[in-house]
């Protein structure tokens, strides 16, 4: 017999608990959190560095303690959640209404629910070397960033000691700085776009403030070493990203970094038939964070890739107050699809890469909605401008952008629909 439960969220990471707390606020107590790993808190278990936080509690806590504040929630209002148990299938029941969802946990037990609503808040995982293409033997010493922080933060084991870096995502950043406090020496970050992918805070309190030069336009050309790393050679790239003849130089290291990117997890969103965005990877969602397919929500970095952890909790927040009111109205309430409402297509131009949402529904919306989007490349000087239709609704001066901060903008639902239900909502950059 399939269990019942009205929400189930897949991920027990910050994303995960802030849609179980919210949801739970907004009113529904059958709940279930699903986690594959042996405690709650996803990836921030592994972040034992200052700085989460700042926006959600005005105080600067680090990963673990962030994600404790979030905990401790969770047990006070006795959300059931079950640990060291994957979600191995999702699909929808023979009538479309439930969602099936089968879960093994570590003893070979298998579970299936039946769930009326699902919260996808699986998270990403990094892109490993297998994905970059990079010659060479295949020698130890090459870990993803993600996984060097989770030998020296939790394992307390040093990958190596001659370090160089690929890719300035922010975890490689804050692995500079982590590797050279436990004593290895942190030779240079290699970047191969001509801007950084990762905050600017991280560039100046990881490597400006010990001296670990970021080398942009720069990658790997070859791996060294048959058993163990010997070494790398990098060469600069030119505009379309190849390498330069001539440029190529050797530095000797036992350990390569790569922090080349996050891809959200999205095997089972797939499997369900969730449509996903080609740019992001993610789910397309509605105002209400809801997917293609009714009833079910997306979130966190599973929905697109966050900068911070705290408007991870917030996108979450929303998520699961939305699965609430899509229980509570059980059909044809406010949050859940019903087909054939006015739809407002999101359209990003003009150097934005791509928005979440990219779709709403007058009827649906809040009186304010957030709308966060990245921009492709580096701007300075220029206007984020927002159109219905061609009108022009908000114009907002910035005089930096770049890819590696997400941006955001919140949308008055009376300026959008000021002329009636536009066919396109519009957000571009335009220079002076
Ligand atoms: C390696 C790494 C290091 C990072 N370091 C930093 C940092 O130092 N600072 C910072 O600000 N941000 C960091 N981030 C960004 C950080 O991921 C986000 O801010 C935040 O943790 C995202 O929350 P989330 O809940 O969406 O994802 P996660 O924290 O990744 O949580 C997702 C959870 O879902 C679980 N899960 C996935 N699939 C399944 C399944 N099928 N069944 C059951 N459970 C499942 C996972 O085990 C995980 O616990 C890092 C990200 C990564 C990948």
């Known amino acids: 017999m399939n269990k019942h439960v009205k929400i189930l969220i897949i991920g027990g990471g910050p994303a995960g608990l802030a849609a179980a707390v919210s949801a739970h606020k907004a009113g529904v107590e059958d709940i279930l959190i699903v986690e594959r790993d042996v405690r709650l808190g996803g990836i921030l278990n592994q972040c034992i560095h200052n700085g989460f936080g700042l926006h959600t509690f005005k105080e600067e806590l680090t990963g673990p303690e962030y994600a404790d504040r979030f905990i401790k929630q969770v047990e006070e209002l006795k959300i059931p959640y079950r640990l060291a148990t994957i979600v191995t299938d999702l699909k929808l029941s023979d009538d479309g209404k439930t969602k099936i969802v089968t879960t093994m946990d570590e003893e070979g037990g298998l579970n299936i629910y039946d769930a009326d609503a699902v919260v996808l808040a699986m998270g990403c995982r990094e892109r490993a070397r297998g994905a970059l293409n990079i010659p060479g033997e295949r020698p130890a010493g090459i870990y993803t960033a993600g996984t060097a922080q989770y030998f020296v933060n939790l394992e307390g084991r040093m990958p190596g000691r001659e370090v160089v870096i690929l890719g300035s995502g922010d975890i490689g950043l804050i692995m500079a700085r982590r590797m050279t406090l436990e004593g290895a020496h942190v030779k240079l970050v290699a970047e191969l776009q001509p801007y950084s992918g990762g905050l600017k805070r991280n560039i100046v309190q990881c490597l400006d403030d010990y001296g670990i030069p970021l080398m942009l ?216």
Do not use: W
């Open 217 to 432: 336009s720069h990658t790997v050309v070859k791996i060294h070493g048959k058993k163990r790393l010997t070494g790398v050679t990098i060469a600069e790239v030119d505009d379309r990203l190849s390498p330069i003849p001539g440029s190529e130089q050797f530095y000797e290291c036992d350990t390569l970094l790569l922090s080349c990117g996050l891809l959200p997890e999205n095997e089972l969103s797939g499997q369900l038939g969730v449509d996903l965005s080609p740019v992001t990877s993610g789910a397309v969602v509605n105002e209400s964070l809801e997917t293609s397919i009714p009833g079910v929500f997306s979130c966190g970095n599973v929905l697109h890739v966050h900068d911070l952890v705290d408007y991870v909790s917030e996108e979450a927040s929303a998520a699961g107050a939305h699965a609430a009111e899509y229980i509570k109205s059980a059909s044809g309430g406010k949050a859940g699809s019903d087909g054939d409402e006015t739809k407002v297509k999101v359209v990003t131009d003009g150097g934005v890469r791509y928005s979440v949402p990219s779709i709403l529904r007058p009827d649906h919306m809040a009186d304010l909605t957030t709308i966060r989007f990245r921009v492709g490349s580096v701007f300075k000087d220029v206007d984020v401008v927002t159109y219905a239709d061609g009108k022009e609704l908000a114009r907002l001066h910035k005089r930096v952008m770049a890819p590696g901060e997400m941006e955001q903008l919140i949308l008055r639902k009376a300026d959008l629909i000021a002329d009636g239900i536009p066919a396109e909502y519009r957000i571009t950059i335009e220079s002076k």
